[in-house]
């Protein structure tokens, strides 16, 4: 490969860790506002985060997140070692993106019509995780980028 293509690809790798660090944020305040609104939100005699299956829902948006997170610094480590970056970039951006779009949908769940209008900004998430499963590479061709690596790796 030469060094200009090396360069660009390598250019590319650091810009989608970026894009992951931005979705674990994403979905970090997906968590925190979904936690804080069923704390204070009371149904059926008390708050909901009584609710065993809000409960679950919140366990499940902390794992995300927890994961994102992980990959994420899985992938600026490696960058920062000067190591190859193409696969884990790649990875990273696909896993956070998509945790980030699965919390945040969750926020709006919880939140309930709230999560849904303006003016709690949490829908807000959601639109910005989707655009990021579509920029800087969609999400499918992170999953053929990954998979050519993957093979190239077979060499
Ligand atoms: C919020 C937002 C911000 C953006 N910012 C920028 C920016 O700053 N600079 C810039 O240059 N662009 C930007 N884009 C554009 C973005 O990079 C493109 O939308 C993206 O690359 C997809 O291209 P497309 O929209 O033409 O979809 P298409 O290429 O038409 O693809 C449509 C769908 O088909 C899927 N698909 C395509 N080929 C395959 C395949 N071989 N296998 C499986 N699935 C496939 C894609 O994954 C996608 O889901 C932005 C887009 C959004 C939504």
């Avoid at 030469?2 to 390598?10: E, F, I, K």
């Avoid at 979905?27 to 804080?36: K, N, S, T």
């Avoid at 409960?55 to 600026?76: K, N």
């Amino acid at each position: 490969m030469s060094g200009r293509r090396a360069r660009l690809r390598r250019c590319r790798g650091e810009g989608r860790i970026s894009i992951a660090a931005g979705c674990v944020g994403i979905a970090r305040a997906g968590l925190e506002a979904a936690a804080r609104s069923v704390s204070q939100r009371k149904a059926f005699g008390g708050p909901l985060s009584e609710q065993q299956g809000v409960r679950f829902m919140l366990a499940e948006m902390a794992r995300e997140v927890a994961a994102a997170r992980a990959v994420t610094r899985v992938a600026a480590a490696a960058k920062d070692r000067g190591e190859s970056i193409a696969e884990v970039s790649s990875i990273a951006k696909w896993t956070a993106s998509d945790a980030a779009m699965r919390v945040a949908t969750d926020a709006v769940q919880l939140l309930g019509a709230t999560g849904y209008s303006r003016e709690t900004g949490v829908e807000r998430l959601m639109r910005d995780a989707k655009g990021a499963q579509i920029y800087e590479g969609t999400n499918q061709i992170h999953r053929l980028i990954v998979a050519d690596e993957v093979l190239r790796g077979l060499d």
